[in-house]
């Protein structure tokens, strides 16, 4: 039984990866991971508000002291004063993990704009990660701004940052597009060498005591896997990049239908979050064991087997699915 399968390049031992999370965000629970069998690990975040907080912090400090003193070169910061800086801080873990642990190592920059903040990724190859995530997590909340505006956005981020990277760059994006299939498509033209279908936003809420509005994180189950089921489907080798599916991945079924679907791997957090990294071999049990009784010998022979590439008229198979669905529903 082969459960291995190619995921930016790298030959992975199986499918399963561990989604950016707090379980991701320290050695520890990292090497949990990789000893339960988890194949690779995206790390936790570092967001864009981050790095340009600590850029802003050292233009403050040049300035202050360029404006005080004549030789303010003296002044410059030394090593030294940058080491408690947030953005320094994720280098050192990069650097750390990779020490420790075998399994390919994806860092992830959230962001919402291209701008300066980009030329962080070459520091981040250079701590030793094997490829990058990026995770444009942007709300237009301007009634002005039109679609195809906030598409370029996403379109111009990817651009600069792959510009400054020699590794992967896997882009983890969200649902909210017109035609996510051609988002994707623009996104690996602009340099994205996989994609993540899909990122899971916050949950929006109201704290009715404290008169507020809010954001939950969003522990999904395998309800939430729709979507992510329905355009690795259609996206399946109609674009040459590798896929990822996340959101709402929970079991050993829902990952065989994402590769089905078209994945190449599924990045699981919530199912994670909720019970714990010995659910990996579990999950791995109920695949393998599944793929004994179908007579299935790999995970290659199984990718993409109920896509979309085969089908004549891929739109009129939709519609046709979606009448059928509604209109034999018995209660
Ligand atoms: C508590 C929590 C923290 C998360 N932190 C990050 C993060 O730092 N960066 C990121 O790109 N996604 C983050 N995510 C999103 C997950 O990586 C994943 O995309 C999402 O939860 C959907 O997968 P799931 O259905 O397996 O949970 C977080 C999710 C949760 C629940």
Known sequence: MQ?????????????????????????????????????????HSLFEEEITHEIHQIDH?????????????????????????????????????KESVALPLIASLNSVS????????????????????????YIPTSIDMRGDEVEQRYVDTVASLSQHL????????????????NMAKRLVN??????????????????????????????????????????????YNKISCSLCANTGIHSGEDVLKTIMSGADAAALASVLLIKGEGEIQNILTTMTEWMEKHEYESIEQMKGSISL??????????????????QHYRT
């Not at 300066?116 to 520091?123: D, E, M, Q, R």
């Not at 060498?193 to 522990?219: H, S």
């Open 3 to 43: 459960l291995s399968t190619t995921f930016l390049g790298f030959d992975l031992k199986n499918p399963l990866i561990a989604s950016a999370s707090p379980l991701t965000a320290s050695l520890e629970s990292i090497k949990k991971l990789e000893d339960n069998g988890i194949a690779a690990v995206i790390m």
């Open 309 to 326: 590439l085969h089908t004549d008229n891929p739109s009129a198979y939709e519609r046709n699915s979606y009448m059928y669905a509604l």
């Open 114 to 137: 291209a701008g300066g903040w980009v030329t962080y990724a070459k520091k981040i190859e250079q701590a030793g990660a094997d490829a990058l995530e990026l995770n444009i997590t």
């Open 166 to 181: 020699t590794i992967p760059l896997n882009v983890k994006m969200n649902a909210y597009f017109s035609n996510p299939a």
């Open 190 to 235: 602009a340099g994205a060498r996989g994609i993540t279908l899909f990122d899971n936003p916050t949950l929006a809420d109201v704290d009715l005591e404290l008169l507020t509005a809010l954001q939950k994180a969003n522990i999904t189950s395998s309800y939430n896997l729709s979507e992510t089921l329905r355009w690795c489907a259609i996206l």
């Open 61 to 97: 400090f040049l300035h202050i002291h360029s404006h005080s003193h004549a030789e303010a070169t003296t002044y410059l910061p030394s090593e030294v004063d940058f080491d408690n800086l947030q953005a320094d801080h994720y280098l050192e873990e990069i650097r750390r993990i």
